[in-house]
């Protein structure tokens, strides 16, 4: 997700940010994305709500204009989320 803010767009955004986005949203957050959009990496509809879902529920939305948008920010903390969880599955099943 570096170098650039994600969020939905008339076309959508794709890239291997996207689809890093796309695999810690459903795999270590449990969100669930269309596979459409999962196999093309696309930020689309469905990832655009997996997003809005996450920052609602961990307080993230500050304005309106922001929900949705992963910028730098979010990504620091999806990234943070990300590294607890691996440390948490690492020491369960070591």
């Known amino acids: 997700m570096k170098g650039r803010n994600l969020f939905l767009t008339a076309p959508y955004q794709t890239g291997d ?18 596979e459409e959009e999962v196999s093309q990496g696309l930020f689309g509809i469905g990832t655009h709500k997996a997003v809005v879902k996450f920052q609602s529920k961990h307080g993230l939305i500050f304005s309106k204009g922001a929900a949705g948008t992963v910028d730098t920010t979010a990504e620091r903390i ?4 990300n590294r607890l969880l691996k440390f948490v599955v690492y020491n369960e099943y070591s």
């Not at 999806?78 to 989320?81: D, T, Y």
Request: hydrophobic share 45%; proline share 5%; charged share 25%.
């Open 78 to 81: 999806v990234e943070a989320v």
């Open 17 to 34: 940010d996207v689809r890093s986005l796309q695999f810690d949203l459903t795999r270590f957050l449990g969100s669930t994305i269309p």
